[in-house]
């Protein structure tokens, strides 16, 4: 195994737990003397930097939520002088003000070397060219993993986004082996490829892709893994951690989180009480040498789980499972968190129904009620009423198995859900909450 950092990142677990506790003492004493809106969360709050005596008092800190990015738009929560900003990045918000991120050089610094950790860990180093298809700007993708790559000692091709065909010539051209992208934009240039009778497995010498910025599935990577003939990464971060900075290693089994650079908790969204290891529940994430914008307790919205037990690629640090959904899109069915996200996954397992679906969530007397409506694929159709009864309660207990919580399940003719451009809504909530 090949580690960028083999010091930080094969340290052991109890020592790796030492450095971050000592990271985020000194994080905590150094917002509540020099930043207003820390200061203030904290005594509002009624904790002092003295109280964070081990690791897990973090969670006697405040937690911040993305609308205290906008609140105190554009740089109200900076805690470095402006003269020490070498950057910004900005995202822009589907509601209300975009939310600004600023960063000193020592920032720039942890996210590149983050990055070089990464892609080294997916097998990306000296020799191989990367295409960085990622936006360049203002979004965080594309200039991170620009820096990222060439900290590792790649050559670097600063593609951005769009002219696919462009993309193509290049990645041939140029001997591409590694590409960064959304997932999206894979599978448009891999059927670019194909209308010009370019087969990407055959005619370029593409081995690997990093991809993120989008919620994608298992199953889609394995798709494009097989038709490609490659490799295909899950990347992630946001622009308020820094931007995309934690990749899987060469396991594919969970996103390793360096642990100098991030204190990662699970929390249950609704009581805000941690989860065990392997549960899914809301990730919160101090970053704990931000300097520009120092980010305590970040409720990602992410949905996700952790494991901290030790990787068979070596490193140490713990791995966060593909995120499976947002917070956002949480339906609690008598008392359990239930997600679409989960049936979508449930289905996409079941060959006789499509990957659309709906669900219905009423009150009937005091208990929750959730009907699930798929339907057939068109070669699982059939007139006889038994199959379809077996179909429905194949799909019931898969579910079942999925969700840890009984639902109904109607089986519809093909094509007859509704289609949705853009953004899915697939859920119709009832109850009168
Ligand atoms: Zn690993």
């Known amino acids: ?20 506790f000592k990271l985020l003492k000194t994080l905590v004493y150094r917002l509540y003397s020099f930043s ?18 081990r690791l897990e008092d973090v969670a006697k ?3 911040m939520v993305k609308s205290d990015l906008r609140d105190n738009y554009p740089d109200k929560i900076f805690t470095a002088d402006p003269e020490e900003l070498v950057r910004y990045h900005v995202s822009s918000g589907t509601t209300g003000k975009p939310t600004v991120v ?3 050089k020592n920032d720039l610094e942890n996210w590149t070397e983050s990055l070089a950790r990464a892609l080294t860990s997916c097998g990306v180093g000296r020799g191989d060219v990367v295409q960085v298809a990622y936006g360049y700007g203002l979004f965080t993708g594309g200039l991170g993993l620009h820096y990222g790559a060439e900290r590792i000692g790649a050559s670097v091709v600063p593609a951005s986004v769009g002219n696919t065909e462009r993309q193509l010539e290049l990645m041939q051209d140029l001997r591409v082996t590694a590409i960064c992208c959304t997932p999206s934009y894979l599978v448009h240039i891999g059927e670019t490829a194909k209308k010009m009778g370019i087969s990407i497995k055959d005619d370029t010498r593409l081995k690997r892709a990093i991809l993120g910025a989008e919620p994608w599935s298992d199953q889609m990577r394995e798709r494009i893994e097989e038709e490609m003939g490659i490799k295909a990464y899950n990347i992630y971060g946001t622009s308020e951690l820094s931007g995309p900075m934690f990749t899987d290693c060469a396991e594919q089994n969970g996103i390793h989180m360096w642990s100098d650079i991030a204190l ?15 549960e899914q529940g809301e990730m919160v994430v101090t970053i704990l040498q931000k300097e ?31 995120l499976s959904g947002r917070v956002d899109d949480m339906l609690i069915i008598r008392g359990i968190n239930v997600f679409p996200s989960q049936v979508e996954h449930a289905l996409l397992g079941i060959p006789e129904v499509s990957g659309n679906f709906m669900i219905e969530v009423d009150r009937v007397g005091a208990l929750d009620h959730m009907l699930v409506k798929v339907e057939l694929n068109p070669e699982a159709f059939s007139d006889k009423i038994n199959d379809i009864l077996d179909i429905r309660r194949k799909v019931g207990h898969t579910l079942k198995n999925m969700l840890n919580v009984s639902v109904d399940v109607e089986i519809s003719e ?9 953004k899915a809504q697939r859920v119709i909530d009832r109850r009168v909450l």
């Open 61 to 63: 800190l405040p937690y």
């Open 264 to 278: 990662v908790e699970i929390i249950d969204p609704e009581t805000g009480r941690p989860v065990p290891d392997g």
């Open 1 to 20: 195994m090949i580690a960028w950092d083999p010091n930080m990142e094969l340290m052991p677990e109890a020592e790796l737990k030492k450095m971050q």
């Open 414 to 422: 093909p094509g007859s859900l509704p289609r949705f451009e853009g």
């Open 102 to 104: 600023g960063y000193t």
């Open 36 to 53: 207003n809106f820390y200061h203030e969360r904290m005594v509002a709050h009624g904790v002092h930097p003295d109280d964070i005596t």
């Open 292 to 322: 520009a914008l120092p980010i305590i307790r970040y409720r990602t919205g992410d949905i996700t789980s952790i494991d901290h037990t030790p990787c068979q690629c070596g490193r140490t640090h713990p791995r966060i499972a593909r």
